[in-house]
């Protein structure tokens, strides 16, 4: 089973709200990552956790606060969010922190901030 | 850094013909090189990656792209383009860290009956 599971799937919050969106992976993957990909751009990395352990955070704004709890879950925080951080969020895992691993990623959390 | 240059933001085809995605890298190191494809309102999917095994890499759904280090590209073909083909096609290649990809901007292939 190669599959990474997000939810929610849509989530539409007003600026003030808190919110969390969730990853999800089976596969014993070590490493977890959240992107964020505005409409037609490539996906841009914020986090990366490896061994559970925060180990790249691409200078992304504390209103974004990630969660890993366990080597399977992984989790956003949103808090005070703007309009222009409406995009695709994104997550994905791979077996270990190997250059050539493949990244598994999911159907991803579409967010609307209003 | 490594990085690479997606050649192209719009490919259209038409249904049987030839498709060719364009993907030149800029590395100090031996890349290691990958397409992914993203079909509308999904996540990304892994057609293929090179990873200095062989020269020439077969993928998913009848792709397949050739490392030419003379030419630093890694450009993806299929030999005949379906409609179902039609999505936004990515090629990535690993950072210096190790862990995050360095994607290009994408092409966004069309196919025409």
């Known amino acids: 089973d190669t599959e990474v599971t997000q939810t929610p799937k849509h989530l539409v919050m007003g600026m003030t709200n808190k919110k969390s969106l969730k990853c999800e992976q089976h596969?014993?993957?070590?490493?977890m990552y959240w992107y964020k990909q505005k409409a037609k751009k490539p996906p841009e990395l914020m986090f990366v956790?490896?061994?559970?352990?925060?180990?790249i955070n691409e200078s992304v704004p504390s209103r974004f606060s990630p969660e890993c709890p366990n080597s399977s879950l992984l989790n956003l925080h949103l808090h005070a969010l703007q309009p222009e951080d409406s995009a695709l969020y994104l997550c994905?895992?791979?077996?270990?922190?190997?250059?050539?691993?493949?990244?598994?990623f999911g159907p991803g959390t579409r967010l609307t901030v209003l | 850094a490594q990085s690479v240059t997606q050649l192209g933001s719009h490919v259209s085809v038409s249904e049987g013909a030839l498709v060719l995605l364009r993907c030149n890298y800029s590395?100090?190191?031996?890349?290691?090189l990958f397409w992914y494809v993203q079909y509308p309102n999904q996540g990304l999917q892994l057609l293929l990656k090179?990873?200095?095994?062989?020269?020439l890499v077969k993928g998913i759904n009848g792709f397949e792209a050739e490392f030419k280090k003379s030419e630093t590209s890694f450009h993806l073909t299929k030999p005949s383009a379906h409609m179902s083909d039609a999505a936004e096609y990515f090629c990535?290649?690993?950072?210096?860290?190790?862990?995050?990809?360095?994607f290009g901007k994408g092409t966004s292939l069309l196919v025409t009956p």
């Open positions: 090179y990873t200095s095994a062989a020269t």
């Open positions: 590395s100090s190191v031996p890349p290691y």
């Open positions: 990535a290649v690993n950072s210096n860290s190790g862990y995050a990809l360095n």
């Open positions: 596969m014993g993957h070590r490493a």
């Open positions: 956790y490896s061994y559970e352990k925060l180990s």
């Open positions: 994905a895992s791979t077996v270990g922190e190997g250059f050539t691993d493949t990244q598994y």
